[in-house]
């Protein structure tokens, strides 16, 4: 969790990672360089308790002779390091000092050196001349010969100033390696900070454009890390937004050439009705001519209910708000059914119906709505059609059962077909006039009852030849 007052601090992003980094490496550093220490510490007493024990080795070596004791004690000056020999009381022996020179050992580690044991290295603020003077100290107790009884024991001391030089030493060298590494870090934050501000700012600026509009931005990335998968996000957001967007322009572009359309096709009837009414309010209709205006009239206003009804019935499957209900329905009687209502347009079409084999095929659908599928789609064949054939087949496939409406009508090109299913489409507007069609809206609704039913159309068509519309309804589950 973020401390609230670091949560409140405007710190920009490049700070956040230099600091970050900087404090990770600069930490890592400290801890080295404290152990470093430490350790060095550790080592340089080690060393000189080693050592201070060797020469004390070395003095008992010599029989505690006092002249080789006096060359021991040249030698060892030199080296700041000085020894001093006591009897078993803690009396001193050597070197020649007064009586009441002691050795400075309580009891406790008199009866340690008695046992034999040796005193390990001790730090103390004086010499045993009671100087003051950082020193280090040993004590090595000594037996005698014959009796192998405690004799005494010997001192050896030094200054802790030569360990302390070297600490300084090692110390020194260590800051020196602390300046250079932070430096280094200080650089190597600056990169990395850099580097991965320049991608958030990449995004940044993609993201800026997006929302001025610009979806045509992809932002390449490696898939590397949380930046990346962020990236490819926002790429697939960026694609989403487009295809919405492109799919909200189209939506609008058809709305309003629908309402061009509408208000093109509802100006006809209405301003026919309108002036078959002015007729009729100033009496200028002859009686015999009444019935037929009064005819007209109902006829355009069919139209106008029927293209309000159509968009109706397409906002209502496309809402799923009609409820199928499904039977096995026996194919050759629907079609029967439909031939028989269609007759009197078939006529008129000067287009022959020709019904293939149907005896025993059935489609597990909804009554009326797949005679809505069936007729919507023969109007269109008899509307795109002259002087030719209308042909309805169906067969058993493995998905289910396959209907088929084929026309040898005026056909479709790759372009127009991948557009029918849309909404107020139609490929060739001067087409539009025609008897039995003119909204545009048959195919989209078709296609949102197949849907509906979980059933796949698909349409093959030649310009001049003719067009194929395959419907498979699946078998009840
Ligand atoms: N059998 C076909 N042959 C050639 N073109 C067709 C055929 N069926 C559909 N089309 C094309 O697809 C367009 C869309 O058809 P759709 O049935 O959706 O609308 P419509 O027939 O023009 O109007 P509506 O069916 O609403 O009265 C048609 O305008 C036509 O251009
Ligand atoms: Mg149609």
Same mark, same amino acid.
């Given at each position: 969790? /973020?401390?609230?007052?670091?949560?409140?601090?405007?710190?920009?992003?490049?700070?956040?990672? &230099?600091?970050?980094?900087?404090?990770?490496?600069?930490?890592?550093?400290?801890?080295? /360089?404290?152990?470093?220490?430490? &350790? !060095?510490?550790?080592?340089?007493?080690?060393?000189?308790?080693?050592?201070?024990?060797?020469?004390?080795?070395?003095?008992?070596?010599?029989?505690?002779?006092?002249?080789?004791?006096?060359?021991?004690?040249?030698?060892?000056? #030199?080296?700041?390091?000085?020894?001093? $020999?006591?009897?078993?009381?803690?009396?001193? @022996?050597?070197?020649?000092?007064?009586?009441?020179?002691?050795?400075? $050992?309580?009891?406790?580690?008199?009866?340690?050196?008695?046992?034999?044991?040796?005193?390990?290295?001790?730090?103390?603020?004086?010499?045993?001349?009671?100087?003051?003077?950082?020193?280090?100290?040993?004590?090595?107790?000594?037996?005698?010969?014959? =009796?192998?009884?405690?004799?005494?024991?010997?001192?050896?001391?030094?200054?802790?100033?030569?360990?302390?030089?070297?600490?300084?030493?090692?110390?020194?060298?260590?800051?020196?390696?602390?300046? /250079?590494?932070?430096?280094?870090? /200080?650089?190597?934050?600056?990169?990395?900070?850099?580097?991965?501000?320049?991608?958030?700012?990449?995004?940044?600026?993609?993201?800026?454009?997006?929302?001025?509009?610009?979806?045509?931005?992809?932002?390449?990335?490696?898939?590397?890390?949380?930046?990346?998968?962020?990236?490819?996000?926002?790429?697939?957001? $960026?694609?989403?937004?487009?295809?919405?967007?492109?799919?909200?322009?189209?939506?609008?572009?058809?709305?309003?050439?629908?309402?061009?359309?509408?208000?093109?096709?509802?100006?006809?009837?209405?301003?026919?009705?309108?002036?078959?009414?002015?007729?009729?309010?100033? =009496?200028?209709?002859?009686?015999?001519?009444? @019935?037929?205006?009064?005819?007209?009239?109902?006829?355009?206003?069919?139209?106008?209910?029927?293209?309000?009804?159509?968009?109706?019935?397409?906002?209502?499957?496309?809402?799923?708000?009609?409820? @199928?209900?499904?039977?096995?329905?026996? @194919?050759?009687?629907?079609?029967?059914?439909?031939?028989?209502?269609?007759?009197?347009?078939?006529?008129?079409?000067?287009? #022959?119906?020709?019904?293939? #084999?149907?005896?025993?095929?059935?489609?597990?659908?909804?009554?009326?709505?797949?005679?809505?599928?069936?007729?919507?789609?023969?109007?269109?064949?008899?509307?795109?059609?002259?002087?030719?054939?209308?042909?309805?087949?169906?067969?058993?496939?493995?998905? !289910?059962?396959?209907?088929?409406?084929?026309?040898?009508?005026? !056909?479709?090109?790759?372009?127009?077909?991948?557009?029918?299913?849309?909404?107020?489409?139609?490929?060739?507007?001067?087409?539009?006039?025609?008897?039995?069609?003119?909204?545009?809206? !048959?195919?989209?609704?078709?296609?949102?009852?197949?849907?509906?039913?979980?059933?796949?159309?698909?349409?093959?068509?030649?310009?001049?030849?003719?067009?194929?519309?395959?419907?498979?309804?699946?078998?009840?589950?």
């Amino acid at each position: 969790m /973020i401390p609230k007052r670091l949560n409140k601090m405007k710190l920009p992003y490049f700070f956040q990672q &230099f600091l970050g980094f900087l404090a990770v490496i600069v930490l890592l550093m400290t801890i080295t /360089i404290i152990s470093l220490v430490l &350790f !060095g510490r550790r080592t340089a007493l080690n060393d000189t308790e080693s050592r201070l024990f060797s020469y004390a080795e070395s003095v008992i070596d010599e029989d505690l002779n006092p002249t080789q004791l006096d060359t021991i004690r040249r030698v060892l000056a #030199e080296q700041e390091v000085s020894f001093f $020999v006591f009897d078993d009381g803690g009396r001193i @022996l050597y070197p020649n000092l007064p009586d009441n020179f002691r050795a400075n $050992v309580d009891d406790e580690q008199l009866d340690q050196l008695k046992s034999g044991e040796r005193i390990s290295l001790t730090t103390h603020s004086e010499d045993l001349l009671g100087n003051p003077s950082e020193t280090t100290l040993v004590y090595l107790p000594y037996f005698n010969e014959n =009796d192998q009884n405690f004799a005494g024991f010997i001192t050896v001391t030094a200054p802790i100033s030569h360990i302390n030089r070297q600490m300084r030493e090692l110390k020194g060298n260590l800051f020196n390696a602390f300046l /250079i590494s932070a430096i280094a870090a /200080i650089f190597m934050s600056v990169i990395f900070a850099h580097y991965q501000v320049k991608r958030v700012n990449r995004l940044r600026k993609a993201a800026h454009k997006v929302a001025g509009g610009n979806y045509n931005i992809q932002l390449e990335h490696n898939k590397r890390d949380e930046i990346d998968f962020l990236t490819r996000d926002f790429n697939r957001m $960026v694609i989403a937004l487009k295809e919405s967007q492109d799919e909200v322009f189209n939506q609008e572009e058809r709305r309003k050439s629908f309402m061009q359309d509408a208000a093109h096709e509802m100006r006809t009837p209405l301003t026919t009705i309108n002036g078959l009414l002015e007729g009729l309010e100033h =009496d200028v209709i002859p009686e015999n001519q009444r @019935l037929r205006s009064i005819k007209l009239m109902r006829k355009e206003t069919r139209r106008l209910i029927r293209l309000v009804n159509e968009n109706m019935d397409y906002e209502n499957i496309r809402s799923n708000r009609i409820i @199928l209900s499904k039977h096995h329905i026996p @194919l050759a009687e629907i079609v029967e059914e439909i031939s028989e209502q269609m007759k009197e347009i078939i006529k008129e079409s000067s287009n #022959e119906l020709i019904v293939g #084999e149907m005896e025993g095929l059935y489609v597990y659908a909804d009554y009326d709505r797949l005679k809505q599928i069936l007729v919507n789609l023969i109007k269109n064949a008899l509307q795109f059609t002259q002087n030719g054939t209308i042909k309805i087949t169906s067969k058993k496939v493995a998905e !289910g059962t396959e209907i088929a409406i084929r026309d040898t009508g005026i !056909g479709m090109t790759e372009s127009q077909m991948e557009n029918i299913w849309e909404r107020y489409y139609k490929a060739d507007l001067s087409r539009t006039k025609t008897k039995f069609g003119e909204s545009g809206l !048959g195919l989209a609704i078709v296609q949102q009852l197949v849907q509906l039913h979980q059933a796949s159309i698909t349409v093959q068509s030649e310009p001049n030849e003719g067009t194929a519309f395959t419907i498979t309804f699946p078998d009840k589950a």
